[in-house]
């Protein structure tokens, strides 16, 4: 069982929807991150967090530390959101060594 | 702006050819990592430096290996490519400090015939 577990594998949205992706982890984390890969390979780091929520435009990150549980949320989606999210955690107090998620495949269709 | 540059993008090569994956960062990150992955899958640190003449073996055995002369430049090396190499590899360079977060390149798309 892998360290980092994310839900669904893969989400289907129409423009405009509320999409939330789950992330849940078994491990003690120092940070927790979200990233976003584009079509091509390229990673953007969304949000780094390791309590309570941040807020990046439509994008909103909460994380329960308790329940080892984070969730990433778009609000009013768009076909450009379209990517792979990963989740990733890092361990112990650096964060040289991130364990990834198997990413969630999100298609935004207009 | 994250500026970490990898080239190629795209490599299709032959079996027993040596390959140098060519990493280089501008924001002085003390820093920097190479993932692997394979399609659908999730990544796998292969190589991480802290800092000039300091590299470590990640999580996942790597017949590759990288050098670090300099701060801004972290090259992965194949000495002999075989099919088995054939996977995306990604670099990525961070800040020293405690939680700083990981800035990726686009990536080397390598193909071993």
């Known amino acids: 069982k892998n360290e980092v577990e994310q839900s669904p594998q893969n989400l289907t949205a129409q423009e405009g929807e509320f999409i939330t992706i789950n992330c849940s982890y078994s491990v003690g984390i120092s940070a927790l991150h979200w990233l976003q890969q584009h079509p091509g390979g390229g990673i953007v780091s969304l949000f780094m967090?390791?309590?309570g929520k941040k807020k990046h435009g439509r994008l909103i990150a909460t994380i329960n530390i308790q329940e080892k549980h984070s969730s990433l949320h778009i609000t009013a989606s768009h076909p450009r959101d379209s990517a792979v999210y990963i989740c990733a955690v890092s361990r112990g107090g650096s964060n040289y060594k991130l364990t990834f998620g198997k990413g969630t495949l999100l298609t935004v269709n207009p | 702006e994250a500026d970490i540059y990898q080239t190629p993008r795209y490599l299709v090569i032959g079996t027993g050819k040596k390959i140098t994956l060519e990493c280089s960062q501008t924001m002085g990150h003390d820093k920097m990592y190479w993932y692997q992955q394979d399609p659908g899958m999730e990544l796998h640190l292969i190589h991480y430096?802290?800092?000039?003449?300091?590299?470590e073996k990640g999580d996942l055995s790597s017949e590759s290996t990288v050098s670090r002369i300099r701060t801004e430049h972290f090259p992965l090396t194949l000495e002999s490519a075989r099919p088995s190499h054939t996977s995306q590899y990604l670099c990525?360079?961070?800040?020293?400090?405690?939680?700083?977060?990981?800035?990726f390149g686009d990536g080397t798309r390598l193909s071993i015939l």
């Open positions: 990525a360079s961070s800040d020293m400090g405690g939680n700083q977060p990981q800035h």
């Open positions: 967090l390791s309590s």
């Open positions: 430096s802290y800092g000039v003449n300091s590299t």
